[in-house]
C-alpha cells in the first residue's frame, strides 16, 4: 500500500488539500468565522511588534466559544465554566502571529495561483463542471464569510502544511 501511495504521490497530494480544504468551509460553516477584519482599534498586547487588537480578540473568543456550544450543546454551560476562553483566544492569536512570522524567516510563500488552483478544483463551486465565481461568491455568502478571508485561510493551511513538509524533511 504505501509503494501505491509513493508512485501516486502527485494525485495523492492533490487529494489531501482538497479534502484540507473542504475541511476549512465545513469548519466555517459549522463554527463561524473571523468574518471581519479588525481595524486600527485599541490594542491589547504586542508580539514581537506585532500589535493583537481587541477586535481581533474579540472575535477569536467569540468564535471559540460558539465553537465549543455546538460541540457540547446542553452541556455546554457547565462546560464554559471550566474553561479559560480569554486566555485560549489570547494563545491562539498569539500562535497565529508566531507562525506568519517564521514562515516568512523561511521564506514559505503561498503563492496565488496555488489558492486559485484549490478554489476552482473545489466542485462545490462549480456549475456543470466548470467553476462558476458567483457560486463561489454564493456559497461563501451564505457561510457568513467574505473571498478575501476564505483565501487567507487557504493560505494558512498551505503554510502550515509546507512547514509540516519542511520539518519532515529534516526529521527524516
Known amino acids: 500500500m504505501l509503494k501505491s501511495m509513493r508512485r501516486n504521490i502527485k494525485r495523492l497530494h492533490f487529494m ?7 475541511f476549512i468551509g465545513a469548519y466555517a460553516f459549522l463554527w463561524g ?7 486600527e482599534g485599541e490594542s491589547i498586547a504586542q508580539v514581537n511588534n506585532v500589535p493583537i487588537y481587541r477586535t481581533a480578540f474579540e472575535q477569536k473568543k467569540s468564535n471559540i466559544q460558539q465553537r465549543y ?3 457540547y450543546g446542553e452541556s455546554y454551560e457547565q462546560f464554559a465554566s471550566r474553561m479559560d476562553f480569554n486566555q485560549i483566544a489570547f494563545d491562539t492569536l498569539v500562535e497565529e502571529i508566531l507562525l506568519d512570522e517564521e514562515a516568512n524567516r523561511l521564506g ?25 465565481p458567483a457560486r463561489y461568491r454564493e456559497i461563501l455568502s451564505y457561510m457568513g464569510m ?4 476564505y483565501e487567507e485561510q487557504i493560505r ?12 519532515e524533511t529534516f526529521r527524516a
Open 69 to 71: 456550544a455546538r460541540v
Open 108 to 132: 514559505i510563500r503561498v503563492f496565488d495561483g496555488e489558492v486559485e488552483s484549490v478554489i476552482k478544483n473545489d466542485a462545490s463551486f462549480s456549475v456543470g463542471n466548470r467553476f462558476s
Open 146 to 149: 467574505k473571498p478575501e478571508y
Open 16 to 22: 489531501l488539500w482538497a479534502v484540507i480544504i473542504t
Open 33 to 39: 468565522t473571523d468574518e471581519k477584519k479588525p481595524g
Open 156 to 167: 494558512r493551511v498551505f503554510v502550515t502544511g509546507k512547514f509540516h513538509n519542511i520539518y
